[in-house]
């Protein structure tokens, strides 16, 4: 019963399951829109002003920073603007192969020209001399000068039909030459960009787990691209030796700071278990296990952080269904604790990943979205599905007002929405980090979106199998 609406390209559409449909209104998707409830303004003051109040007038010469106003006349444009726009709208391989076949073109223009005049010389100069003595004595004076002039009269004719008619095949032979200008200037750009089209195609490839062997590694003469590129393999190497060392000192402090953490949980557990200690003492120990709790979920989630960033050492088929399923069924008691309705719709999604990496994906978001949620009669909804054959896994819940402006904040590691890193007793911070970093790392992207009425619609969505 899936069918997708018009919610734009971040939204995809599910229809709600039926046991919801009787305890509150029923959309067809989960969006940011539904729910829509009434508000109402308040006034903030009764009391109209004085009669014959005015506002003091503006001082200071006028100014405008602005937008033109509506209806304003528009700012009128010169042909070298319109044709600025129309260059602007051109991809870098066009201009460049516009850019040849006019060079090209004024070349053979330039030839054509030079040739038309140079034939025009070549043929007067080759033109036979008349013969005016010989023809003097057989005609008389008069009879050669009407002889002569029509022999000038028929040289100009002669060489301006020639003139005209190799301007005429020029100007065919040009227009080919033109044809060929734009294919050999369109080759020559590619061959031009090729190096360019390579720095992209590998700067695409590239992710925190590939930087290590993933190299441009550009081969020919020492010119400006072949540096360009030396410049690129040399800053993946930098960033490479970065986020490897990163990745290692997370990894390295979070298992140095387990050991001693299970020391004070043990040497706490065994002073709660003395039946000489005080009520104060066991309190004390009591608050000291809590916080060592929530340090120890600290490291698992630095772990598992940095675990999600590299690249996957397991591929196995999953179906998004079963993950979902279990990981609503570890929280079932967790959201019946807090007051917090679990709707399910659970259409089968198969992808190629991490079990393990996916499972805690989908926990996190749900229990977010638990630990997030109204403190009674809150509703939090799991969907997997495919939509527009994309795999889809949507998770939302009702819960405070999030700003816009704050959505893309939280997923960055320790952020909270109106929460510092001290005063927080609902996390760590990481669990939408931890979701982006499983998500990115089986190539697949996750938004979100707030939702009318208070809470977050979070989508996922993963290649399918």
């Known amino acids: 019963m899936s069918a997708p609406a018009g919610g734009g390209e971040d939204r995809p559409t599910f229809v709600p399951a039926d046991e919801d449909r009787g305890s509150v209104p029923t959309h067809p998707m989960i969006s940011p829109h539904s729910e829509r409830g009434a508000w109402k303004s308040e006034q903030l003051g009764s009391d109209p002003p004085g009669k ?45 192969t516009i850019t040849y076949a006019t060079l090209f073109f004024m070349a053979g223009a330039l030839l054509m020209a030079v040739i038309y005049l140079m034939v025009g010389w070549a043929l007067y100069a080759a033109w036979p001399p008349f013969p005016f003595d010989e023809l003097k004595q057989l005609v008389g004076p008069e009879g050669a000068a009407n002889i002569k002039q029509e022999w000038y009269w028929q040289q100009h004719a002669a060489i301006s039909g020639a003139q005209r008619e190799m301007l005429a095949r020029s100007l065919l032979a040009l227009l080919g030459v033109g044809i060929l200008a734009v ?36 081969k020919g003469p020492d010119d400006e691209l072949k540096e360009l590129a030396d410049t690129f393999d040399e800053m993946l190497t930098r960033l490479n030796v970065a986020f490897d060392t990163q990745r290692r000192f997370v990894a390295n402090a979070s298992h140095e700071l387990r050991t001693p953490l299970t020391i ?33 979920r600290l490291i698992e989630g630095l772990l598992l952080l940095a675990r999600s960033e590299r690249e996957l050492s397991v591929r196995k088929p999953v179906d998004m269904k079963d993950v979902a399923e279990t990981a609503v069924d570890q929280l079932t008691t967790r959201a019946a604790e807090a007051g917090v309705t679990v709707i399910t719709e659970l259409r089968g999604a198969e992808t190629v990943g991490d079990p393990v990496l996916l499972e805690r994906c989908v926990a996190n978001l749900v229990e977010n979205a638990i630990k997030h949620n109204l403190p009674e009669s809150g509703r939090l909804w799991v969907r997997t599905g495919m939509v527009e054959g994309a795999l889809v896994v949507q998770v939302a819940n009702t819960g405070p007002h999030v700003p816009a402006y704050e959505v893309n904040s939280l997923f960055e590691p320790f952020r909270r929405l109106n929460a510092d890193r001290v005063d927080s007793d609902k996390g760590a911070g990481l669990g939408l980090s931890i979701v982006r970093a499983v998500v990115r790392a089986h190539g697949g992207n996750v ?10 619609v979070v989508t996922v969505r993963l290649q399918a199998r």
């Not at 938004?447 to 977050?456: N, Q, S, V, W």
């Open 52 to 96: 014959g109040e005015q506002p003091p007038p503006p001082t200071g010469p006028p100014a405008w920073d602005g937008p033109p106003p509506m209806g304003a006349a528009p700012v009128p444009q010169t042909p070298l603007d319109r044709l600025r726009v129309i260059v602007d709208r051109l991809s870098i391989r066009w201009r460049l």
């Open 183 to 218: 294919i050999i200037g369109y080759i020559v750009a590619d061959r031009a960009l090729k190096p360019i089209q390579q720095m992209t195609a590998t700067a695409r490839k590239l992710s925190g787990s590939t930087l290590a062997h993933e190299r441009i590694d550009l």
């Open 264 to 296: 004070n949980r043990t040497v706490l557990e065994i002073a709660l278990g003395d039946p000489e200690a005080s009520g104060d003492l066991k309190a004390l120990g009591r608050t000291l296990l809590e916080v060592n709790a929530r340090n120890e």
């Open 447 to 456: 938004t979100a979106i707030p939702r009318d009425g208070g809470g977050l």
